[in-house]
């Protein structure tokens, strides 16, 4: 991490949250990836010039961005799966600490059996996807429909640690996963339905505007 990025990082210490805090020492030790500080306080304040009203999120882990979304914004809903049974436990219990059972609504489930059986006539202002980098495609097909006019499509781990750009490449199985991303992000960006932009905060973030 560079001094820039360190800095930028330092400035969201806030420790008049202890349980997000100690959500981000437990990702850490537990290496469960959850939102660099930058992302997340980039993807909030997204939520705040939006004035969402409604989120659907693919990957709770451990519901840190889940809680952090719900936070961002008085009265915001969040419809998030999980597929891990022990990260999705945890998650419920985090849930349940941030006292925030009534606006974030977690099931365990594969996301694209989830999308397909748990919404028929619901739309979402906005989506977040942070899941398996291979399903990224999938995952944006399934939502599209969900998504009217308008809402925004915003996708993390989109350079994934320098792996996309071929910065790095000590790492066989990152390196193909940073292939896949490279694909993605080229679909996405000529995606008939979407305006997309990539930027460098936190692990990349690709916000898409949807344009029809």
Known sequence: MNKTKQYVQSLYNDESNPLIASMEQYAIENNVPIMEKDGIEYLKQLIRIQQTKKIIEIGSAI???AIQMANSIPDVQVYTVERDEIRYEIAKQHIQEANLED??????????NWIDHRFTTERFDLAFIDAAK???INYVEKITPLLPKGSLLVVDNVLFKGYVSKEKQDNKRFVKIGEKIASFNEWL???PQYQT????????IAIALKTN
Request: hydrophobic share 30%; aromatic share 8%.
């Open 197 to 204: 932009t990539i930027i460098e905060t936190g692990d990349g």
């Open 134 to 136: 291979g399903e990224y």
């Open 189 to 191: 960006l000529n995606h």
């Open 103 to 112: 606006r974030i609504h977690i099931d365990l489930d594969d996301a694209l």
């Open 63 to 65: 519901g840190y961005s």
